[in-house]
């Protein structure tokens, strides 16, 4: 989402003026970095009301027709299409309400909308509104998976603390994640949420077959894992980043420390981790990184956990490593056979 | 008294990814060469031209049609450009339908065209999220842009708020069966975007999540190309159609619909694409049909998802809604079924260049009524933000 201080179009997207020639079937054509670019002094005319009050008041505001009384939230007009143009008035809007319908959730988004992912967008109808306001949903408990928020889910509207006159300023999380102090509380904020106790999954329960299943995938785990390390492509992948990873499964639990392309396995995990994974069974994992199915897909099915949203973009890039290795591997025994 | 309105020639460019050789105007003027070459007439023949061209961002410029519409020997005619989201190719043949009936020509040309992919997101150096992000433009500017709408997450909202009301419905085996024999039919498609890329339903259920429920196989794709139309009043076409010696398929129904763009009550229920549903009705009713199961035997069915293809199919009343999967489950789109759906592939696998898919659909769905000797076809087009527009077309064979 947009902030204050930032350039309305981030230079990284911006190219230089440049050219190249592609060559299709012996004939060269020309291709030209562009942009069609238009700047705005976008005029919020009757939404004014609206935005300005989610900014200033923390307040949400709806529309009440005087003649049939359907309230639309936001508030799209100033008189009812449905009444012959009845005037409507705007009218406060309580900030807790239902899940219109299942919301979508976007894992892979373009880069307009990266830092904002993994996210819900979906459709809430507050008390009182019979409409309903599109809005992001996101939930404390980890990773944002399908079965957190569905229809009829009961949401609460929380406030960005920074906020700009967009609706972006707000968002929704589900109210049986919070406080009944917190639900009751009109202009609940973002920072009064509390995002670092995430749900870990129980895996307490452990059978001796279980300890054993462990062991092996363990032995095989830090063989990939150093194979990754080793391998020019797959070190590609992680330029530049750094977490540090504790890696829970029943029957043990380690470290895998991503540094700057160098990606490395320890029997002793992390003592404050960047994001905890949970691999219920660690071949789960193992096949993720072996790239036997994606563990994008993995987390989105409920197979594996992290306990930090943003942390998808991480999981993101050990499957493109997994995809390295593997395309690395099938490219040696494609050259030993010539 | 309006007049009878038929197609009597159809064109298509070949369907690519990219075309670095061919801009929108040659592609264009392709599809209009082709076209008039199909009904054996000449162009100054052709009274008024209608264009179908979805995204100014795509082309690169407002007004996109402007330059095409000398370029295709429309010099000094009549010329309209229509855009209604993804449903612009069948928008774009009803309208020539309406005015060729009303008697203001004896001929037109229905154009559509899409040159999406020259977008390119420089901080990935990949065309794809730039095409997202130029599609996300269409999302409501005061609500919802800035929440991160994409073209599949809103098809994604309609499909799992569908999947809320019918939970048994939609069962991913049978999206992925549907996939798969939609990437059989594409075989024999040479315009096709993916006429060799054959999959299995087991690969369509390995196939990567992009957003929840779809797959990465059950996602029409992002494509290049035109289609075209040469439409005509009665009188005309059967002479043409006497010169060509291929019959005349006739548009006898015509039907659209858009529904609010907002849900809620007196809104749009989310949970189903009621354009789509009279849009079919109204289509039928022109065309006289009573019992569209036993009368529509081609559906060319505008699919952006596989799901939304099923649930649009329920819609038109060709399955019951909450059992569309009946569609493989009776076997009424299996091979040999009551139902030939997509013969051309669809958009997932003949591919999707907006403005023109739609009249690809048309050109296919005549195509296969000619071959195949059939009688009945229904054309759709959907499209905009939460699947709110459509638009359908009857085509009957002579
Ligand atoms: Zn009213």
């Known amino acids: ?338 | 008294m309006s007049k009878r309105v038929g197609i009597v020639g159809a064109a298509v460019t070949p369907f690519k990814g990219r075309w670095a050789e061919k801009t929108y105007y040659d592609l264009a003027q392709w599809a209009t060469r082709e076209a008039v070459k199909d009904a054996q007439i000449h162009i100054n023949d052709v009274e008024g031209a209608f264009y179908g061209i979805y995204n100014d961002i795509f082309e690169r410029t407002a007004i996109p049609e402007h330059a095409i519409h000398g370029l295709c020997g429309m010099q000094n005619k009549f010329g309209i450009r229509i855009s209604t989201g993804g449903a612009t190719g069948a928008y774009t043949i009803s309208a020539a339908h309406a005015y060729l009936a009303a008697g203001r020509f004896k001929t037109a040309l229905v154009l559509g065209v899409e040159k999406s992919t020259d977008c390119f997101d420089f901080s990935s150096m990949t065309a794809t999220p730039e095409v997202i992000k130029s599609i996300g433009w269409s999302a409501d500017s005061f609500f919802e842009q800035a929440i991160g709408w994409t073209a599949a997450d809103s098809y994604a909202e309609v499909v799992l708020a569908y999947m809320d009301r019918y939970p048994n419905d939609l069962k991913p085996e049978i999206t992925a069966k549907i996939s798969a024999q939609l990437s059989e039919h594409v075989k024999t498609n040479p315009f096709a975007q993916r006429q060799f890329d054959q999959v299995t339903a087991d690969e369509v259920m390995n196939s990567r999540l992009v957003v929840y429920p779809f797959k990465e196989l059950e996602i029409c794709v992002y494509t290049e190309g035109a289609a075209a139309l040469i439409m005509a009043e009665e009188e005309t076409a059967l002479a043409i159609s006497k010169n060509t010696g291929k019959p005349v398929v006739w548009i006898t129904g015509v039907g659209e619909a858009n529904e609010h763009s907002f849900v809620g009550r007196n809104h749009k229920d989310m949970s189903r694409i009621m354009s789509d549903h009279y849009a079919a009705h109204r289509a039928y009713e022109m065309a006289g049909i009573k019992d569209p199961t036993k009368s529509v035997q081609i559906v060319e069915l505008h699919d952006a998802f596989v799901h939304q293809l099923e649930i649009s199919m329920a819609e038109f009343g060709l399955v019951p809604l909450g059992k569309a999967d009946s569609l493989i489950e009776d076997g009424l789109m299996t091979p040999g079924g009551k139902y030939v759906v997509n013969p051309c592939g669809g958009l997932i696998y003949c591919g999707h260049a907006v403005g023109a898919s739609n009249i690809m659909s048309a050109w296919s769905a005549r195509e296969e009524l000619i071959r195949r000797g059939m009688k009945i076809a229904l054309v759709h087009g959907t499209g905009s933000t939460i699947a709110q527009f459509t638009a359908c077309l009857i085509l009957e064979n002579q």
């Not at chain 1, 980890?142 to 928020?149: H, N, R």
């Not at chain 1, 993720?288 to 306990?307: E, F, H, N, Q």
């Open chain 1, 1 to 338: 989402m947009r902030k204050h201080n930032e350039k309305v179009i981030p230079d990284i997207y911006i190219p230089d003026v440049g050219s190249e020639v592609e060559t299709v079937n012996g004939q060269k054509y020309l291709v030209a970095n562009d942009a069609m670019y238009t700047f705005y002094k976008r005029t919020k005319g009757e939404f004014s009301p609206f935005f300005l009050a989610l900014r200033d008041d923390k307040k949400v505001l709806g529309c009440k027709c005087r003649e049939c009384g359907l309230v639309r939230v936001p508030p799209f007009l100033t008189h009812c299409p449905d009444c012959n143009f009845a005037p409507t008035e705007l009218v406060e809007i309580d900030q807790v309400g239902v899940m219109n319908s299942t919301p979508p959730i976007t894992y892979f988004a373009s880069s307009l909308f990266a830092d904002m992912a993994p996210y819900g967008r979906g459709r809430v109808i507050l008390k009182g509104a019979d409409t309903a306001l599109s809005v992001n949903l996101y939930t404390t408990t980890g990773i944002l998976v399908p079965g957190i928020i569905e229809r009829g889910t009961e949401v609460k509207i929380v406030f960005r603390d920074e906020r700009i006159g967009e609706v972006s300023d707000i968002f929704c999380v589900p109210t049986s994640e919070l406080s009944p102090e917190q639900v009751a509380k009109k202009g609940l904020l973002e920072s009064e949420i509390d995002w670092e106790h995430p749900q870990e999954p129980d895996i307490s329960d452990v059978s001796s077959k279980d300890k054993a299943v462990f062991k092996k995938a363990f032995a095989k785990m830090r063989s990939v894992i150093n194979e990754m390390n080793g391998n020019a492509r797959a070190r590609k992948d992680i330029a530049s980043w750094k977490r540090d990873i504790l890696v829970k499964s029943r029957g043990g639990q380690f470290g895998i420390f991503i540094n700057d392309g160098n990606i490395t396995l320890e029997d002793r995990g992390p003592d404050s981790p960047d994001f905890v994974i949970v691999s219920q069974d660690l071949r789960t994992l193992l096949d993720g990184l072996t790239y036997r199915g994606a563990i994008t897909d993995m987390i989105i099915t409920k197979k594996i956990w992290i306990s930090k949203n943003k942390e998808f973009i991480t999981v993101f890039k050990l499957d493109r490593m997994a995809r390295s290795l593997a395309r690395s591997k099938r490219a040696s025994i494609m050259n030993s056979k010539v």
